[in-house]
């Protein structure tokens, strides 16, 4: 189904993320004939371009990124025609009277913010200035969103000098995954789960985002930054929320939001020995997390894991334990709904604990899948084996978008059509940073040394010792 017709103007079109994510995503949503014949996306950068040049540069990287959808030379040619390039510097006046000028009355306006932080409020202040955006026009803002509580506050009143808050759309691309909005299907659009959904049925929660890469190019900005603020505090908090909200009255974004953010305030303090911070080593082939950030003293952890508990009558007692790291045995996304034990066990000699486990798997192959016990088949008596019940919905994917373009490109279609349910509020942000900042502050005055673990490993042995201890144990990372 088509969106209304939009001027989608990308600050920083020139940019990584624009070149590997956004235009590529948005050239699948024209493919698919989601956005309308005469869309316009408007680029807005620093660099000299002109509408040629521009194209040029966007059909090469959608070459690069694009997948084997960018073989449609006849659409791919279609597209580039809907680019528009206007050279503005953020910090000044030149370019603001061009972009203003091509701007047209009557479609939906929206304005993308893929650039630093530190320009969202000359860019905010311009474009009211300039008399570009008004009411009716969006923001779409990138990560991240503050470093803490302070910085993330400034920010939000930034942007609040022009823009009220059901104009701005936090991205957050855990959101737009397939899965997570199944997850909500699969929670609320169903009777088996809800009633089971809570402390007494549920014996704990695992939330696992587990990459292969290291730092990469961005070792400076990650070591000033480091898993918690870079991961934790946005997406695993996300997936957190959406996995314990109450039911919200009806699938309404503000209606969403405010269940999400009664879970963050309900988190409760965590004790350092439930925390666990990590740095990878050195490996043959790569480098250590300290070389990497080329700095030999750095405190900064690549791995994090924690037990987290929510104050409140659905989730009194049951530990979700959270934990995501860089260089890890395998790229692996899930989260583990695992079940309580039965009391009792009619079946002789079933001594192995078979427990329901629903596993929620955001990378690799998107889906869902629920362990449930059975015999085993054949007349070998009745032994019993846990089978997946499996829900994999990993749909015409294929090999034509990685998960995360195709993530962006559903949000940016959502923000076209207003729909604000899966971008974060800023009083979300805000609850979350009031959560994380008392933990980072905690282990600076400790000067918490990270614990080193192998590059290919599951992070650190005590982040395994800290579900030992409670007498449980991680899914394995695969
Ligand atoms: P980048 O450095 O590759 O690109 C920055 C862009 O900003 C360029 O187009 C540049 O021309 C423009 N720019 C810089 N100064 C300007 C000015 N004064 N006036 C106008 N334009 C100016 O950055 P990026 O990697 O594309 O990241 C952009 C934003 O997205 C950042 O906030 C980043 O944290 C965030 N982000 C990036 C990624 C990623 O994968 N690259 C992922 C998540 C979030």
Known sequence: IPVDNFDLVIFGGTGDLARRKILPGLFRRFRAGQMPEDARVIAAARSEHDDASYRSEIEAAIKEFGGAESKDRKGLKAFLERLHYVAVDARGDGGWQQLKDLMRDGVVRAFYFSVAPGLFGDLAERLHTHGIADRDSRLVVEKPFGRDLKSARALNATLADHFNEDQIYRIDHY??????????????????????????????????????????????????????????????????????????????????????????????????????????????????YREDVENPKSTTESFIALRATIANWRWAGVPFYLRTGKRL????????????????????????????????????????????????????????????????????LGDEADDVTDAYERLIMDVIRGNQTLFMRGDEVEAAWAWTDPLIEGWEARHDVPKVYDTGSSGPEDSLMLMHRDGRRWRDIK
Not at 350 to 376: C, F, M, S, W, Y
Not at 380 to 396: H, K, S
Request: charged letters at 25%; aromatic letters at 6%; hydrophobic letters at 40%.
């Open 175 to 288: 959101l737009g995954k397939e899965t997570v909005q199944n997850l909500m299907a699969v929670r609320f659009a169903n009777v088996l789960f809800e009633p089971l959904w809570n402390s007494h049925y549920v014996d704990h929660i695992q939330i696992t985002v587990a990459e292969t890469v290291g730092v990469g190019g961005r070792g400076s900005y990650y070591d000033k930054s480091g898993a918690m603020r870079d991961m934790v505090q946005n997406h695993l908090m996300q997936l957190l929320c959406l996995i314990a909200m109450e039911p919200p009255n009806q699938f309404e974004a503000d209606a969403v939001r405010d269940e999400k953010l009664k879970v963050i305030r309900a988190l409760q303090p965590i004790d350092s020995h439930h925390i666990v911070r990590g740095q990878y080593e050195a490996s043959e082939k790569t480098a250590s």
């Open 329 to 396: 045995k395998a790229r692996s996304s899930e989260i583990n709904v695992v079940f309580k034990d039965l009391g009792h066990s009619i079946f002789e000699g079933d001594e192995a604990r078979h427990r329901n486990v629903l596993t929620i798997r955001l990378q690799p192959n998107e889906g869902i899948d629920l362990q449930v016990t059975i015999k085993e088949p054949g007349p070998g008596g009745m032994r019993l084996i846990d089978v997946p019940l499996d829900m994999t919905f990993a749909q015409a």
